[in-house]
């Protein structure tokens, strides 16, 4: 009874330590980089085997994890004040700094070389910058230095998709820089968004974050701005013959909407108002650029099909 009892126990214990480590990795980003890195590879119209193309994707998926783990490492002072992450495994005690560090570094070397095993030196090149510009560009150097962390730190989650055509073509063309810039001027409208209604918690933590920094209507301001550059944007794909009108009408419906509401948060005068509206535009903008990488993969199938 009692070795039943035990081995329960052990059991237990050690699902949390994985379900700790899993989360280390920030999954709900994984998920995203994963599918980015997914539609990029469809849309290239490559053929390549499912195996290949599966354990490609679950590389960079490590690589992701890696970058995230490496994040919350370093991050683990200011995550711990911050009530939208002080439940993250490393301010809990659930996982020490120093694992969190072997972890990622491992999960680094894990990722870059399984990719250039199963793929080739360009994806894994592309794969290895994005989890160093993440780390040394955004998290230890801009992140807390300049208001213009997350524009330019936004480079990190916009690399994904260009992994994906590189991984099927081992080249570089306008698809992937296309879908590359639609990630990078759809990041600052998204976590500006998220930093009007968490602005103590930056504030908090001594992050330079622009409501906090320049303050809530020069945000409101930007985030308007950056919609609109966005909208055109999100046109290329039709513009240069990659996608149809099955994306180009939707994306229009998507992109005026999204304008609507970022003009509405700028117009908006009450802190309430204000709060209630940011926490829209945050939430829509996910479901934006979901369903903007799920139109180009539509449009894949339409022409395979065809």
């Excluded at 439940?87 to 700094?97: C, E, F």
């Excluded at 948060?265 to 369903?291: C, E, P, Q």
Aim: charged share 10%; proline share 4%.
């Amino acid at each position: 009874m009692y070795k039943t009892t035990f081995a329960h126990y052990q059991k237990s214990k050690n699902i949390l330590v994985v379900k700790n480590f899993y989360n280390l990795m920030k999954p709900r980003v994984m998920s995203l980089v994963v599918f980015t890195a997914f539609v990029g590879l469809i849309i290239s119209n490559k053929q390549i085997d499912f195996l290949t193309s599966a354990l490609a994707l679950f590389f960079v998926a490590l690589g992701a994890g890696a970058a995230g783990a490496l994040n919350m490492w370093y991050d683990s002072e200011i995550d711990a004040v911050m009530s939208r992450t002080c439940l993250r495994p490393i301010p809990l005690g659930k996982i020490s700094n120093s694992q969190a560090l072997y972890f990622g570094i491992s999960l680094s070397f894990i990722s870059i070389v399984g990719l250039y095993l199963v793929s080739n030196i360009l994806s894994a090149s592309i794969l290895a910058t994005t989890i160093g510009f993440y780390i040394f560009i955004y998290t230890i150097w801009l992140k807390r230095r300049s208001v213009q962390n997350i524009v330019i730190g936004g480079a990190a989650g916009a690399f994904p998709p260009v992994i994906g055509w590189a991984i099927a073509n081992n080249s570089l063309s306008i698809e992937p820089i296309i879908l590359f810039l639609i990630i990078f001027f759809w990041t600052p409208s998204h976590f500006w968004s998220l930093s009007l209604y968490k602005s103590e918690d930056y504030k908090k933590a001594k992050i330079p974050m622009l409501p906090v920094v320049s303050g809530v209507d020069f945000t409101k301001k930007n985030i308007f701005a950056y919609a609109l550059i966005l909208f055109p944007i999100t046109i290329l794909p039709f513009y240069f013959n990659f996608a149809g009108l099955v994306y180009l009408v939707p994306t229009i419906i998507l992109g005026t909407f999204y304008i609507f509401l970022t003009f509405k948060l700028l117009k908006a005068n009450n802190k309430k108002d204000m709060g209630r509206i940011s926490k829209k535009i945050f939430a829509f903008s996910i479901l934006y650029l979901f369903l903007i990488f799920t139109l180009l993969l539509i449009e894949s199938f339409i022409k395979f099909f065809e």
